[in-house]
T-cell receptor
Framework: GAVVSQHPSRVICKSGTSVKIECRSL??????MFWYRQFPKQSLMLMAT?????????EQGVEKDKFLINHASLTLSTLTVTSAHPEDSSFYIC?????????FGPGTRLTVT | TQLLEQSPQFLSIQEGENLTVYCNSS?????LQWYRQEPGEGPVLLVT?????EVKKLKRLTFQFGDARKDSSLHITAAQPGDTGLYLC???????????FGTGTRLTVIP
């Protein structure tokens, strides 16, 4: 199957700082990637759709100025959590589309202290 | 309101037992995918079904897509401890490639 990587796998940052998470499709090109957030013992919540070469599409209730998404190439999308607060602590997962299937990265555990 | 409802939400069974997980919706999907997720990891794709009534088998796992493409089921035969995990169904609406995830079923298989 297709492989998607995320970096870092875990990050701890102080309140008020910004954190960048990278999502890469390793063996295929993806014009579309997705960013999800997952709270403990819950399902995945779609945050935004990342489109290569154009602006991301955000789901209702997701602040686009807080969660900056850049999809600069066909294999890389980044999510930057700006001015992070403790309530932003969560498990962030990206996925990349090939054909009609989505393949997920291993996730990034963000802890804001 | 969740577009896809899974049942049961939690399931704890003994090794060797059979089980079925259901994924239901009132919406039609062009495709439906099943994933398994381990704690602290991303979901891993198990199968994709695209045709109404389609049945796919993956070793001891049998997946079925409803005739009307609104629901799906996952049946596991002779469950093993390695089957433990969070099972997620996810559907794609016609003309779109974003997925709507189900509520999830957390399975525990006791040795």
């Amino acid at each position: 199957g297709a492989v998607v990587s995320q970096h870092p796998s875990r990050v701890i940052c102080k309140s008020g700082t910004s954190v960048k998470i990278e999502c890469r499709s390793l063996d295929f090109q993806a014009t579309t990637m997705f960013w999800y957030r997952q709270f403990p013992k819950q399902s995945l919540m779609l945050m935004a759709t990342s489109n290569e070469g154009s602006k991301a599409t955000y789901e209702q209730g997701v602040e686009k100025d807080k969660f900056l998404i850049n999809h600069a190439s066909l294999t890389l999308s980044t999510l930057t959590v700006t001015s992070a607060h403790p309530e932003d602590s969560s498990f962030y997962i990206c996925s990349a589309v090939t054909g009609y299937e989505q393949y997920f990265g291993p996730g990034t555990r963000l802890t804001v202290t | 309101t969740q577009l896809l409802e899974q049942s049961p939400q939690f399931l704890s069974i003994q090794e060797g037992e059979n089980l079925t997980v259901y994924c239901n919706s009132s919406s039609v999907f062009s495709s439906l995918q099943w994933y398994r997720q381990e704690p602290g990891e991303g979901p891993v794709l198990l199968v994709t079904v695209v045709t109404g009534g389609e049945v796919k088998k993956l070793k001891r796992l049998t997946f079925q897509f409803g005739d009307a493409r609104k629901d799906s089921s996952l049946h596991i035969t002779a469950a093993q401890p390695g089957d433990t995990g969070l099972y997620l169904c996810a559907g794609a609406k016609p003309g779109a490639n974003n997925l709507f995830f189900g509520t999830g079923t957390r399975l525990t298989v006791i040795p």
